[in-house]
């Protein structure tokens, strides 16, 4: 059978594991932050390429090689700035997601737990009440 301690350590454990998960998700906040201010950094950054105009009296060959390579140039930044930056924000947010989904299924474990440690703590005649607690706790964590 189980003990108080059992349950008292499942609990902690499950308080733990909240924590870590939480932990997860600012870093994941924080992270996307930052791809946040750098896209934005590099945007402005980016429009610099086009500077400066080419005046009428640039012409020729190598006035267009050099306008193409330019714009070209900037057509690959724009294009890791507005794609591949959005698809890393877009993989942060699903991450997130999913670890606040985990998050809701610990909280509700230690929702149980914590009603079986209260079960178990008012005394013997509640111990089966506490085994249904925990084996619904059981069945959500496994």
Excluded at 27 to 43: F, G, P, S, V
Excluded at 67 to 94: G, M, V
């Amino acid at each position: 059978m189980f003990s108080l301690d059992s349950l008292v350590h499942i609990r902690s454990a499950i308080s733990g594991e909240v924590a870590d998960v939480e932990e997860k998700i600012d870093r994941l906040n924080q992270a996307k932050k930052e791809i946040e201010h750098q896209q934005n950094d590099y945007l402005g950054e980016c429009r610099k390429i086009l500077k400066p105009e080419l005046a009428k009296s640039w012409t020729g060959s190598r006035a267009n090689k050099f306008n193409d390579s330019r714009d070209e140039a900037h057509q690959t930044i724009e294009n890791i700035l507005n794609h591949e930056y959005e698809s890393y924000k877009d993989r942060i947010d699903w991450e997130i997601a999913q670890l606040n989904m985990q998050k809701e299924t610990l909280s509700f474990a230690g929702i149980l737990a914590r009603e079986a440690v209260e079960i178990a703590d008012a005394g013997q005649d509640a111990w089966e009440a506490a085994g249904d607690k925990f084996n619904d706790l059981k069945r959500w964590l496994f």
